[in-house]
């Protein structure tokens, strides 16, 4: 069973930067998982931040970014604002049509 | 206006059936394979099925498997999400996404409709 792996919290200043990650239990994150990257407020759809491992979607503001550091995708805010406060998840493509979502990083901007 | 729109869920026995369905709009819904993706009150996202564009495949995680059946009507727009034998365990809001198939990544979602699967 591949479980994908993310800090359940995080705490950042305002102006701050932080970068989430998103790893597997067994193996490394490549760009061939197709790293993407959402952000869910309280009783909203997800919205898509980042796919392709680094592609922002349209209309994601500059601040946010993805990258693969070591054996992780990450996802990188910087200049954290206070309605950055949400939950950040990863999805990773396994392959034969099989999609794993990580368990979600609470983001606390304080 | 690209937009997704699901209905169907409710409360629902455990063993009994219910179908979701989920309206597409603004863009050409025949092109695009789609997905069920579900988050159990206070828990994460977890993704349930993708239909490809033409209905021709379909894969589900192992949650699902054996149990839900993906179809669509590209003459309406539709996608559906059929659910047998629910468990109580199913309990979740349950968004359509759009996928992005060259990047395997889901660009459009709906806003959910809850299902609750209680006696």
């Known amino acids: 069973q591949t479980v994908v792996t993310q800090e359940p919290s995080f705490s950042v200043s305002p102006g701050g930067t932080v970068t989430l990650t998103c790893g597997l239990t067994?193996?490394?994150?490549?760009?061939?998982?197709?790293p993407s990257w959402y952000q869910q407020t309280p009783g909203q759809a997800p919205l898509t931040l980042i796919y392709n491992t680094d592609t922002r979607s349209s209309g994601v503001p500059d601040r946010f970014s993805g990258s693969i550091l070591g054996n992780k995708a990450a996802l990188t805010i910087t200049g954290a604002q206070a309605d950055d406060e949400s939950h950040y998840y990863c999805v990773l493509y396994l392959g034969s049509g099989i999609w794993v979502f990580g368990g979600g990083t609470k983001l606390t901007v304080l | 206006q690209v937009q997704l729109v699901e209905s169907g869920g409710g409360v629902v026995q455990p063993g009994r059936s219910l179908r979701l369905s989920c309206e597409a709009s603004g863009f050409a819904f025949k092109n695009y394979a789609m997905n069920w993706v579900r988050q159990a009150p206070g828990k994460g996202l977890e993704w349930v099925a993708v239909l490809s564009f033409d209905g021709s495949n379909e894969y589900y995680a192992d949650s699902a498997k054996g149990r839900f059946i993906m179809s669509r009507d590209n003459s309406q727009n539709t996608l559906y999400l059929q659910m047998n034998s629910l468990r109580p365990e199913d309990t979740a809001v349950y968004f359509c996404a759009r996928l992005h198939w060259e990047f395997h990544a889901f660009d459009i979602w709906g806003q959910g409709t809850m299902v609750t699967v209680s006696s």
């Open positions: 067994s193996g490394s994150v490549s760009t061939t998982s197709y």
